[in-house]
């Protein structure tokens, strides 16, 4: 179940807490350039001129958050000493569809009600109800409201500096979550948020203190990605095991 518990908070309390941009437009290592001026009224950006708080930059990431309808990455994504690489497509209502290049054709995808891991070097399809207990529950979250419970089981602070520091080819707040009260889920994250409040790179210690890590690029956003993607057809050669989550394959590079 920890396997799951991590795609679980990376993939749908972090990062899709705060991936927006401007509608079709493929962003280069999930970094957009905001207009020299900003709009009068607008609090979904932050300008040099202003003092910057932690406040501020979860402000922008709420913003940023409310127009999210889809988006596509690619992403890498480390778990302790494995690493996988792949495209993430995901849909608002907790639907998601997590391609892997490493390993080869695996796949994790969820309908909204139905979270299936497939594993082919095993030739096995893992299913699991997503609202058949506590723990599971946690994924059925819907994304806004996992966005708030980021923001309330975490205190925020800044990991070293309140400016941006360089981060790929841009710049990025880097951001220090601590667990408010000792539970399920990473215990201390830090996270890498552009100044536009799309979420980069998140980075978490596990209960047992395995590192994880998932990095976004070339992230598009709102590109009306259609239903049917996220209904996985089981191959007919494997086999399903329901209501128990395996651990993914040990690949290493």
Do not use: C
């Not at 607008?42 to 708080?53: F, G, P």
């Not at 309808?69 to 690493?83: F, K, S």
């Not at 909204?112 to 994924?139: K, W």
């Not at 399920?184 to 552009?194: A, N, Q």
Request: charged share 25%; proline share 5%.
């Amino acid at each position: 179940m920890k396997y799951l518990l991590t795609i679980a908070f990376l993939i749908l309390f972090t990062p899709l807490a705060a991936q927006e941009s401007p509608d079709w437009e493929e962003v280069q290592t999930g970094v957009t350039e905001g207009p020299s001026e900003p709009e009068e009224g607008r609090t979904d950006l932050i300008t040099d001129r202003e003092i910057v708080t932690v406040n501020d930059i979860k402000n922008v990431m709420s913003e940023k958050f409310k127009s999210i309808e889809d988006y596509t990455a690619e992403i890498q994504w480390l778990n302790g000493a494995a690493e996988y690489r792949g495209k993430l497509q995901y849909k608002k209502d907790e639907r998601f569809l997590i391609e892997f290049e490493e390993p080869a054709e695996q796949v994790i995808v969820s309908n909204g009600t139905m979270l299936s891991i497939y594993i082919p070097h095993l030739r096995v399809v893992a299913q699991q109800s997503l609202s058949e207990d506590t723990e599971s529950a946690l994924l059925t979250t819907t994304s806004e409201s996992g966005l708030q419970r980021l923001f309330d089981e975490y205190s925020f602070s800044f990991f070293d500096t309140s400016t941006p520091v360089e981060f790929g080819e841009g710049t990025a707040y880097h951001l220090m979550l601590e667990q408010k009260r000792p539970k399920v889920g990473f215990r201390e994250m830090d996270l890498w948020v552009s100044e536009e409040g799309l979420i980069l790179q998140s980075n978490g210690t596990s209960p047992n203190g395995m590192t994880v890590s998932l990095t976004f690029e070339n992230i598009r956003i709102n590109t009306e990605l259609p239903d049917y993607i996220f209904d996985f057809e089981v191959p007919a050669d494997a086999q399903i095991i329901r209501n128990i989550i395996v651990p993914f394959s040990d690949t290493t590079r």
